[in-house]
């Protein structure tokens, strides 16, 4: 649980209070709906935000799948290529002659 949600719990209740016109021994029914509210708010919110991260995350993966792209992105120069160490020569046989 945050450390806000019972203070914003209780202002929703008493919100919904108001709205039904104060009536009296609903305070329960109010802090229920109250309570449905809110999580429902909160669930919408971490949704968006899972919506948001997910749109993000393919650009930075393509990116980072390719690394002469990535290198460009983070202004990194690509590294050179790394040459192949030259094959030692078969040495020529000698001939007996």
Request: aromatic residues 4%; positive net charge.
């Amino acid at each position: 649980m945050t450390d806000g949600k019972p203070g914003k719990i209780e202002q929703r209740a008493y919100e919904i209070w108001e709205r039904e016109g104060r009536p009296h021994g609903m305070a329960l029914e109010h802090w229920y709906q109250a309570v449905a509210e809110v999580a429902r708010e909160e669930e919408e919110a971490a949704k968006e935000k899972a919506a948001k991260a997910t749109k993000k995350a393919p650009k930075a993966k393509k990116a980072a799948s390719k690394p002469a792209a990535a290198a460009k992105a983070s202004g990194a120069k690509p590294a050179a290529k790394a040459k192949t160490a030259a094959k030692p020569k078969k040495a020529a046989a000698k001939t007996k002659g």
